[in-house]
Nanobody, 117 residues
Framework: QAQLVESGGGLVQPGGSLRLSCVTS????????MGWYRQAPGKQRELVAVITTAGGTNYAESVKGRFTISRDNAKNTVYLQMNSLKSEDTAVYYCNARASNTGITFWGQGTQVTISS
């Protein structure tokens, strides 16, 4: 059973920035597609961004141009740089790892991001 540990959440004002990190204990991190999801109160969990084993990225329309996902295979870590934050970005953000060969999926425990003045 792998562990994913998110960090970097917090309270920021609209227009501010945060950088989320997710450190994993999955074996052979480079074989995992990594993603960030979020869940706002009363809403379903939604995809925010993904980065494939090859480094390809995909973003939700609502965050394109503001968020950037990246990975450091040497550190078993995926990042989410969030700029120009809006109140509607308020949510619990979850890290996700999906093995590219088996499809096995792991989730982190989540980190709270609150955008408020």
């Amino acid at each position: 059973q792998a562990q994913l540990v998110e960090s970097g959440g917090g309270l920021v004002q609209p227009g501010g920035s945060l950088r989320l990190s997710c450190v994993t204990s999955v074996s052979i991190f480079s074989l995992y597609h990594m993603g960030w999801y979020r869940q706002a109160p009363g809403k379903q969990r939604e995809l925010v961004a993904v980065i494939t084993t090859a480094g390809g990225t995909n973003y939700a329309e609502s965050v394109k141009g503001r968020f950037t996902i990246s990975r450091d295979n040497a550190k078993n870590t995926v990042y989410l740089q969030m700029n120009s934050l809006k109140s509607e970005d308020t949510a619990v953000y979850y890290c996700n790892a999906r093995a590219s060969n088996t499809g096995i999926t792991f989730w982190g425990q989540g980190t709270q991001v609150t955008i408020s003045s």
